[in-house]
């Protein structure tokens, strides 16, 4: 079937509840693939539709045995793992509402989305996660039962109880009562309330955002009706956040409704797991991108040599991107493409040439069958989105958020224009409301934020579009670009309006700028509050001989993977550093206009975290938490 065939025609293109869809895979593709992992060994383990479908099943009668009604809430605390899925789709053909709380929330902020919800059950992850709940407990009058997911923790005492022990009650359900499952989950309709999924909460309490089988269901087909074709072989590669809309439907509902498999990963083995599971797809955000960039920039980057070789190959990629652009800079590119197909013959054979160098040994490092990625949860670069096409890596940037059930707008195939997150969606309205907002509407979007019936209304306009709270600007062929958060614009004294977003984004594919956050509101100028690289700047200070204090630097450990979070103040101090921090930003201020430009800077000793309440689980940063969590320097940038 070639490429204008698969558009016409695409068979998994259907409407239903998700019990209703998990019901067709294990009915007509149980002996396929449906996830893949590793276990603690590192050994690759896997289920199929037909055993995922008997897990689900098992975990819903277990559900129903500790009393779970239609319309219950059952909470999800759990990083990224097919068990989330496993409790996911057993609370929804359970008739239940699938409450997300990401893993990394302290235990007042679970309390409070527990009280707020009146969950009845929660499934924890780990003994970390059951040691938090069990010290909120109390404090949570309708919770009845923890659920913990490891293994490895076998507890069943009191109001704790392992994954195994509800697995194993729902099991004898089923011999007791076979049509007990069939009938729970068939009696599930498309416009029951199916999560609750809590907004950030950057200000105030997080508010409840609620989606129903229907907006999910038409969010999912929303993004099947333009995305490229999704092939039966695919593998679909999932290390965001599940308690995200963003990986949960763009991610996980698109492969659950292509029947295709799911393979698990985190941002921290994301390198080593792309050659390991091969993926096809992949769903990321800015920041995971920009670290993409960075490892295989490091990798190919080992001596000057092929430094320079990566350079070249870089600036050659460019242009043969220029060769398929427009005056407005829109790329033609589709997957399987020939990216050379309007380059002259002396470009063919030079991108040919780096291509064997280098792009093939990147696409290697990815795992060899690439097709496509996409992007959201924060603005991709519009010099990253080229960087990534000049080594053959498409990526589709899209625009949405939890209360749209994401993609209201995004680029297309054929389509692309670096910098834009597309047009319209399929089944979306919008328009730009005067103050600049991007105000929208569809099937997708959520129907309520639970128990707040205020802020529902505050969230609409009259005429009943969403006010996404975003700044946009119109671009040619109805594509948008976002400009800011409407609170993330900076307003100088001068009454100049700044989005901090573009100064921030300019440092996207710094090799020396981990992070940057532009300030400056009611000031003179714009600052910067700026966290290096330590890794590249380790890595240098040991080529060159560099003593430092080694003893003050920290890190984390996540999955074996160490990353540093810390430095000691000797470290920031050090001349190198500061020269070429300096000279990023004077390169940086080239792009901005006069009074974007970044006039002073700090360099900060630590990084953002989950954990310091200063980013998001899909790393954003909270821009309140950190500028107070920074006073004092930023108070010594305007001192």
């Keep these: ?165 509800l697995r194993e009650i729902g099991n004898k359900l089923t011999i007791r009562d076979r049509f007990a499952f069939e009938h729970r989950w068939r009696s599930v309709k498309l416009t029951d309330r199916m999560t609750i999924v809590y907004t950030s909460g950057t200000t105030g309490n997080p508010k409840g955002a609620v989606h129903t089988h229907f907006s999910i269901s038409a969010a999912v087909l929303r993004d099947l009706t333009f995305a490229p074709f999704i092939d039966d072989d695919y593998v679909l590669l999932s290390f965001l956040p599940l308690s995200h809309t963003y990986e949960r439907e763009c991610g996980h509902a698109l492969a659950m409704q292509t029947a295709i498999t799911v393979a698990y990963s985190s941002p921290q083995t994301l390198v080593t797991d792309f050659g390991l599971f091969r993926p096809h797809v992949f769903m990321s955000v800015p920041r995971i991108y920009e670290r993409i960039f960075m490892a295989l920039r490091a990798a190919t980057s080992q001596s000057t040599l092929k430094k320079a070789i990566f350079n070249r190959a870089i600036a050659t990629g460019l242009k043969v991107v220029e060769s398929i652009s427009d005056e407005n800079g829109f790329v033609d590119v589709y997957p399987h493409m020939d990216i050379t197909r309007n380059a002259g013959l002396f470009l063919k054979l030079k991108h040919k040439l780096y291509d064997k160098l280098v792009f093939s040994k990147v696409r290697e490092t990815m795992g060899g069958r690439f097709v496509f990625a996409c992007s959201a949860a924060g603005s991709l670069s519009a010099d990253l989105c080229k960087l990534f096409l000049s080594m053959g890596l498409i990526i589709y940037e899209g625009y949405g958020s939890t209360e749209t059930c994401n993609t209201i707008n995004m680029n297309r195939v054929h389509r692309v224009l670096p910098g834009s997150v597309g047009p319209l969606c399929p089944g979306v309205d919008g328009y730009i409301a005067e103050d600049g907002e991007w105000c929208v509407r569809g099937n997708n979007i959520f129907l309520e934020y639970w128990n707040n019936p205020e802020a529902t209304k505050e969230a609409f306009t009259e005429d009943g579009y969403y006010k996404t709270g975003d700044i946009v600007e119109m671009l040619p062929e109805g594509f948008i670009k976002i400009v800011d958060r409407k609170k993330g614009l900076i307003v100088l004294d001068t009454g100049k309006n700044i989005a901090s977003s573009k100064v921030e984004q300019a440092f996207s594919t710094s090799s020396y700028v981990d992070l940057a956050i532009a300030i400056g509101d009611n000031q003179k100028f714009i600052g910067a509050l700026i966290v290096p690289n330590f890794e590249e700047f380790i890595s240098l200070l040991e080529q060159k001989g560099i003593t430092y204090d080694k003893s003050a630097l920290q890190f984390s450990d996540v999955n074996g993977v160490q990353t540093c979070v810390k430095v000691g103040d000797d470290f920031i101090n050090i001349p190198l550093l500061k020269e070429l921090i300096d000279k990023e930003i004077e390169s940086i201020n080239l792009e901005l206009e006069s009074y974007e430009k970044i006039k002073k800077y700090t360099i900060l000793n630590r990084r953002l975290t989950e954990e310091t309440g200063e980013m998001t689980p899909t790393l954003k940063v909270k821009r309140k938490v950190a500028l107070s969590n920074f006073a004092k320097e930023i108070k010594d940038i305007y001192g």
């Design 1 to 165: 079937m070639d490429y204008l065939e698969q558009n016409e025609y695409r068979w998994y293109m259907s409407q239903q509840t998700f019990p209703e869809l998990l019901n067709r895979n294990v009915t007509c593709f149980g002996a396929k693939k449906a996830q893949m992992w590793k276990n603690k060994s590192g050994e690759i383990e896997s289920l199929t539709y037909a055993q995922l479908g008997r897990v689900v099943k098992e975990i819903t009668c277990g559900l129903m045995e500790l009393g779970v009604d239609p319309g219950d809430r059952v909470a999800v605390m759990s990083n990224t793992r097919p068990d989330w899925v496993w409790c996911d789709y057993g609370i929804l053909c359970a008739a239940g509402i699938t409450v997300c709380i990401y893993p990394s929330l302290s235990s007042s902020e679970m309390a409070y989305i527990m009280n707020d919800s009146g969950t009845k059950i929660i499934f924890v992850e780990n003994q970390t996660h059951l040691d938090k709940c069990l010290e909120i407990v109390d404090s949570v009058p309708s919770l009845e039962k923890i659920v913990v997911i490891d293994g490895e923790i076998n507890v069943n005492s009191g109001k704790v109880t392992s994954l195994n022990s």
